[in-house]
Structures are given as C-alpha cells and as structure tokens.
C-alpha cells in the first residue's frame, strides 16, 4: 500500500524555521517525484518545490525560492522540507505528493501538516 506521511509542522514566529518531513513507503522510492504543495485557508493549493529521485532535479516556486531547500533521503524513503525565513503568508496545510515526474500529476497524496506562521 502506497503511503506518504508528513510531520514537522508547527507554530513558529515570522522569520523563523521549520523543516518538513515526507515518509514514503509501498512503492520503489528511487523511481518517483516527491512534491510539496500547500494550501492555506480559502485559498487554492499551489506546488512549492518538487524533487525527482531518479534523476535528482529540483523544482522550486519563484515565492520560496532563497528560503526553502528541498532534498531527499533516499535511504531513508524520506523527503525533506527546510524552510527559513517564514513569513504569514506561508501559513497553510502542508502536503507532499508522488509523481511519476516532477510537473505530472500527484496520485498519492499525504494527510497534510498544519504550519502556522505568526507576527
């Protein structure tokens, strides 16, 4: 049974740091993209970075880019999230998703983790 789960959301105060993880198992974790996507209260979700672990590419959104560095773990099946310099606006649901690349659609999503940015 394929499975992602996130942990490591939180409440932090702007500017501050938190990293994400993205435990994958039930598929050959070598041969997917791992996304994180997010989606904050009344609003839309949207992709924030994409890591392809067969090839090793990196995807960013320009509004993280400099602050959020993605990377994967591949002998741990896990992808992690590093993000600093969090502002309010980066409150949303956190998810991470598999593709079979980087820009395809996810078909296996996690339950999601809350990070909440305050002033």
């Known amino acids: 049974e394929v499975q992602l789960v996130e942990s490591g959301g939180g409440l932090v105060q702007a500017g501050g740091s938190l990293r994400l993880s993205c435990f994958a198992s039930g598929f050959t974790f070598d041969d997917y993209a791992i996304s994180w996507f997010r989606q904050a209260p009344g609003k839309e979700r949207e992709g924030v970075s994409c890591?392809?672990?067969?090839?090793?590419?990196?995807y960013y959104e320009d509004f993280v880019k400099g602050r959020f560095t993605i990377s994967s773990d591949n002998a741990k099946n896990t992808v992690l999230l590093q993000m600093n310099s969090l502002k309010i606006e980066d409150t949303a649901v956190y998810y991470c998703?598999?593709?079979?690349?980087?820009?395809?659609?996810?078909?296996?999503w996690g339950q999601g983790t809350q990070v909440t940015v305050s002033s």
């Open positions: 890591i392809s672990n067969s090839d090793g590419r990196i």
């Open positions: 998703a598999r593709s079979v690349l980087c820009g395809l659609p996810s078909d296996y």
